[in-house]
């Protein structure tokens, strides 16, 4: 029987949602019009929501933790993305899809992720375990599942863990036409992105909770330190063939 009541409470989780749409603020972003169907989803349930609009933060381009280390004057990363991003259980990554793809500004935001991906959490474990992730797109023609695919992708290989069904996008009609704000579209009314949106913010907050509940991932097989040091975690790296 399908529970009509959330089945725990998510008031002690953070999310922070991080919009990369090319355009700076306070341009109107199609994508933070579904970006803000989940985000009211989340704080219905209590849950401490930061939003982050990447392009109207100085950030520079690279994969380190600072770039002003290797050769940029100013780099945002480590003082205003970062420390939210570092605290949050729960990370959304929205973007428009262009030429059926993510934008340039998406692929810069996951190389900033990637470039943090070797720090430790306190288990020694890679920092991302024990976070949840997901994608939300917005574009015209075609894209969403391609567009997903490469985000999820990314965010699981650098130790994010994926919950069933987290994408969600909405797409207008081939060629010029109306974006997801735009009157007439149809975009906000949608059933198809609707449920899907409902669907991907419910399971982050279901995931976030047990991994929370669990103390995250159980630190087994997966320390990077240990196996420096010579535990393979049951490995045989010389295996005898008959």
């Known amino acids: 029987m399908t529970e009509h009541q959330p089945p725990a409470t998510y008031d002690d989780l953070r999310a922070v949602y991080v919009n990369c749409t090319l355009k700076r603020s306070p341009e109107r972003s199609h994508t933070q019009g579904l970006i803000d169907r989940s985000v009211a989803l989340m704080r219905s349930q209590g849950v401490s929501v930061s939003e982050i609009r990447f392009v109207d933060h100085e950030v520079a381009t690279g994969v380190y933790p600072d770039m002003r280390e290797h050769g940029w004057q100013?780099?945002?990363?480590?003082?205003?993305?970062?420390?939210?991003?570092?605290?949050?259980d729960i990370l959304v990554i929205g973007g428009p899809i262009w030429l059926g793809d993510n934008s340039s500004i998406t692929r810069k935001l996951i190389e900033r992720l990637y470039g943090m991906s070797g720090l430790l959490n306190d288990k020694g474990q890679y920092v991302y375990y024990g976070k949840v992730g997901g994608a939300l797109l917005t574009g015209n023609e075609d894209g969403v599942k391609h567009s997903a695919m490469s985000i999820l992708y990314s965010l699981q290989h650098i130790g994010y863990t994926v919950p069933p069904a987290a994408d969600a996008g909405w797409l207008g009609e081939i060629g010029p036409g109306p974006s997801y704000l735009d009157p007439g579209s149809g975009g906000p009314e949608n059933d198809f992105t609707n449920r899907n949106t409902t669907f991907m913010t419910w399971n982050l907050l279901h995931l976030a909770r047990l991994l929370k509940d669990a103390g995250g991932l159980p630190a087994y097989g997966n320390v990077s330190p240990e196996w420096k040091e010579g535990e393979h975690f049951g490995f045989d790296a010389n295996p005898e063939y008959r």
């Open 74 to 88: 100013t780099d945002a990363w480590p003082t205003d993305i970062w420390p939210l991003i570092e605290a949050a």
